[in-house]
C-alpha cells in the first residue's frame, strides 16, 4: 500500500499550525485549570492539538481564528441537522425565557414521548435521561430486575459508555487481547476489577452460544450496537441480528439494541427498523437531541412496567429538561417531514461521499474500504472488510491519521478514528469540495 510521503506531511502539520494560533494559545492556557485541557479524554488525541471553535452554521464549523471546515465529525455524532438550525434554535429559546428546567412535569415531556412511541418499533414507553452512558445502565439495571440474574453479555469493541460496568473490552490492543482473551479487558486505570460483563466475538455465532453455555441461567441481556459504529462501522451479519433475537427469547433475556449513534441516524425508526430487527429495549442518544443533552430508553411495557411501578429506580435531576426536549421536538419534526425525505437525501449524499472517497484513494494506490453507508459509515485504510473488532485492528491508523491532517489542512474536518457523519443540511457543493480536498491530500 503506498505510503505518505514525511515532506508532505511535515507542511502540511505546519500551515494548519501557522493558521491556528488562537487554538493552540487557549490550549495552553486552558491545561492550567482544564484536566487536559479538554473536557473528554477522546478530545485530547487531536492533531495537532485540540482546536479551538467559535460557532458553526449548517455544515461547517469555524474556529476562534475564522478558518472554516466542512464538518463531518458533527459534535461526533449529535448535529442530525448540523450546526445551530433555525427552527430548532427558536423552539429552544422559546423555552428559555420560560426557565431552564423545573424538576416538574411539563407539557414536552408528553409530546416527544407520544412522538417517540410512535416512532420506534420496541417502544410502547420511554424514559428520558440525559447521556448515553446514563441509559444504558438504567437499561442494564431493568434486565436485571426483569430476569433476576446477574450478567449480560456485550461483543469485544462495541462501546456502551465510561461507567465501569461496560467500559470493558473497548478497543483492546492486540497485547491486551493476548493476555485476556476473552475476559472482560478494562479500558483504563482505577476501574473496579470485577466486572458483569461476558464478552463475545460481533457476527460470531459459536462465540455468543459457548458464552451463554457456559454461564448457563446467569445471563440477564445481550446488548450490542446493532451497526458497530465505535469499531469501524461493521455491519451485522446476514442473519445475526435475528440469531440473537431468537437466542435471547428462548433464553429468557433481554435483548437491548444500544442506539445511541444509530437511533434517528440511520432512520426515522433506527436501526431496528432499518434491519427490521425489534429488541425489547432500546437506547438513544446524540441524534435524538439535536444537540442537546439529551437520552431516551424506549422499550416494550413487559419492561418499562418495572420503571412505572417504581420497582426499578430511575432518577436524575436533569431528566425531561425542557430545554432538550425543546430541540428534540423540532428536530423530530423536521427529521419526520414530507416521508423523511431528509434521510433519504442524507444517503444520496452520503453514499456519494463514501464511494466517491473509495475511488479516488484506490486510484491513488491506497488500500481501502469503507463500512456502514449514507449518514454513517468508516473509512479503513486496509485491504478487506473487518466482519469483528479484532480484524479491524489491521487497518493502517497511522496513515489514516496523516489524511485526517491532509484534509484539516484542506479545510475538511473528520473524527480521527475513521468515522464520517453526514447531515441533513450538508450539500452536493459540500461533498465536491470535500473530495476534491481528498484528491488533492491523497495525490500529495
Request: with cysteine; aromatic share 8%.
Amino acid at each position: 500500500m503506498r505510503s505518505p510521503s514525511v515532506n508532505a506531511i511535515a507542511s502540511r502539520e505546519a500551515r494548519v499550525r501557522a493558521r491556528t494560533s488562537g487554538s493552540l494559545e487557549r490550549y495552553q492556557r486552558s491545561v492550567k485549570s482544564l484536566a487536559g485541557g479538554v473536557s473528554t479524554s477522546v478530545r485530547r488525541a487531536a492533531r495537532p492539538y485540540p482546536l479551538y471553535f467559535d460557532h458553526g452554521s449548517k455544515a461547517h464549523i469555524f474556529d476562534v481564528d475564522g478558518n472554516r471546515y466542512i464538518d463531518y465529525a458533527l459534535a461526533w455524532g449529535p448535529l442530525i441537522l448540523g450546526h445551530a438550525p433555525p427552527e430548532v434554535a427558536a423552539r429552544v429559546a422559546e423555552h428559555l425565557n420560560r426557565g431552564f428546567t423545573f424538576g416538574a412535569q411539563h407539557e414536552l415531556e408528553i409530546e416527544v414521548a407520544e412522538r417517540l412511541v410512535s416512532l420506534i418499533p420496541c417502544a410502547d414507553q420511554v424514559a428520558y435521561a440525559n447521556s448515553g452512558t446514563e441509559i444504558v445502565q438504567v437499561a442494564l439495571r431493568l434486565a436485571r430486575a426483569a430476569t433476576d440474574r446477574p450478567l449480560y453479555l456485550k461483543f469485544e469493541g462495541h462501546y456502551h459508555g465510561w461507567d465501569d460496568s461496560v467500559l470493558v473490552s473497548y478497543r483492546p490492543t492486540p497485547e491486551a487481547i493476548a493476555q485476556w482473551g476473552d475476559q472482560p479487558v478494562p479500558v483504563g486505570a482505577g476501574q473496579r476489577r470485577i466486572s458483569d460483563a461476558v464478552v463475545a466475538q460481533w457476527n460470531d455465532v459459536a462465540s455468543v452460544e459457548r458464552a451463554f453455555r457456559h454461564n448457563q441461567g446467569d445471563i440477564s441481556a445481550v446488548i450490542c450496537e446493532p451497526l458497530l459504529c465505535n469499531s469501524g462501522c461493521i455491519p451485522p451479519a446476514p442473519g445475526f441480528l435475528e440469531f440473537l433475537r431468537e437466542l435471547t427469547l428462548r433464553e429468557g433475556a433481554l435483548l437491548i439494541f444500544d442506539e445511541v449513534i444509530t437511533g434517528f441516524r440511520m432512520a426515522l425508526d433506527g436501526a431496528q427498523g432499518f434491519y427490521g430487527v425489534t429488541p425489547d429495549v432500546a437506547t438513544f442518544g446524540k441524534a435524538v437531541g439535536g444537540g442537546m443533552p439529551l437520552s431516551v430508553l424506549a422499550g416494550t411495557a413487559q419492561y418499562m412496567d418495572l420503571i412505572a411501578s417504581g420497582k426499578v429506580v430511575h432518577s436524575g435531576t436533569f431528566n425531561g429538561n425542557p430545554l432538550a426536549l425543546a430541540s428534540a421536538a423540532a428536530t423530530i419534526d423536521i427529521l419526520a417531514r414530507n416521508n423523511g425525505s431528509a434521510y433519504r437525501e442524507m444517503w444520496r449524499l452520503g453514499e456519494r461521499l463514501r464511494t466517491g472517497m473509495e475511488s479516488i484513494l484506490r486510484q491513488s494506490g491506497f488500500s481501502v474500504v469503507t463500512s456502514g453507508g449514507g449518514p454513517v459509515f468508516q473509512l479503513s485504510l486496509m485491504s478487506r472488510p473487518a466482519t469483528n473488532y479484532r480484524e479491524i485492528l489491521a487497518a493502517d491508523m497511522t496513515a489514516y491519521s496523516e489524511l485526517v491532517m491532509a484534509l484539516l489542512d484542506e479545510g475538511v474536518m473528520v473524527l480521527p478514528d475513521g468515522r464520517w457523519y453526514v447531515s441533513a443540511v450538508h450539500t452536493d457543493s459540500d461533498i465536491d469540495e470535500t473530495l476534491a480536498a481528498v484528491r488533492r491530500a491523497a495525490e500529495a
